[in-house]
Nanobody
């Protein structure tokens, strides 16, 4: 079992940047494909970005392409989500997720068996 703890959220103005981190513990981190999801008030949780176990493959939702970057440091047991050019529509709780059974990248939330508690990102206009 792996435990996930997100950090790095906050209140920022439109156009700003944030870097979210997700620290993993409990198992060999490099055995887990990782994903980032977000959930805005009154909306369903949605996929944002994913990265393969080695970090060699990434995938983004259309709204994240060109603005967000997912990366991982397997030596530090951490996955990151760099958020640039934030706008109010990015306001949500951001969650990281992990699963060892995913081959490549996973974009469906039900593919992930382990989740963090989430970190709030609020973007003001």
């Amino acid at each position: 079992q792996v435990q996930l703890v997100e950090s790095g959220g906050g209140l920022v103005q439109a156009g700003s940047s944030l870097r979210l981190s997700c620290a993993a513990s409990g198992r060999t981190f490099s055995n887990y494909a990782m994903g980032w999801f977000r959930q805005a008030p009154g909306k369903e949780r949605e996929f944002v970005a994913a990265i393969s176990k080695s970090g060699g493959m990434t995938y983004y939702t259309d709204s994240a392409k060109g603005r967000f970057t997912v990366s991982r440091d397997n030596a530090k047991n951490t996955v990151y989500l760099q958020l640039n050019s934030l706008n109010p529509e990015d306001t949500a709780v951001y969650y990281c997720a992990a699963d060892p059974k995913i081959l490549g990248v996973g974009i469906r939330s039900n593919a992930y068996g382990y989740w963090g508690q989430g970190t709030q990102v609020t973007v003001s206009s």
